[in-house]
């Protein structure tokens, strides 16, 4: 079956930066779009990029201009590049597919990853 899996969340000072990557496992054929998503303490979870399976990419408002997405199809693999972090940036960060076909035609919808935590203080 198919697995996302997150990396590369930590600590980090304000300003700085951190990259955030998810790999999906298993016999993939096509996956759609991905995109990450973040939830703070208390707080609903947001949308936080997204990108389609030809490139093109949607951000929030609050990380537009700090954020980059990106994907290696060749890997399964979507990218997080976030730079000038601030403190409000804290949060558990998922990784999401829309959906993904596998090799055997079965279809996977809405899938999440386990959650990376991304902390920015100094």
């Known amino acids: 079956q198919v697995q996302l899996v997150e990396s590369g969340g930590g600590l980090v000072q304000p300003g700085g930066s951190l990259r955030l990557s998810c790999a999906a496992s298993?016999?993939?054929?096509?996956?759609?779009?991905m995109g990450w998503y973040r939830q703070a303490p208390g707080k609903q979870r947001e949308l936080v990029a997204t990108?389609?399976?030809?490139?093109?990419?949607n951000y929030a408002d609050s990380v537009k201009g700090r954020f980059t997405i990106s994907r290696d199809n060749a890997k399964s693999t979507v990218y997080l590049q976030m730079n000038s972090l601030k403190p409000e940036d804290t949060a558990v960060y998922y990784c999401?597919?829309?959906?993904?076909?596998?090799?055997?035609?079965?279809?996977?919808?809405?899938?999440w990853g386990q959650g990376t935590q991304v902390t920015v203080s100094s």
């Open positions: 999401n597919v829309d959906s993904v076909q596998t090799y055997s035609s079965t279809r996977y919808y809405k899938l």
């Open positions: 298993g016999s993939i054929f096509f996956i759609n779009a």
């Open positions: 990108i389609t399976s030809s490139g093109n990419t």
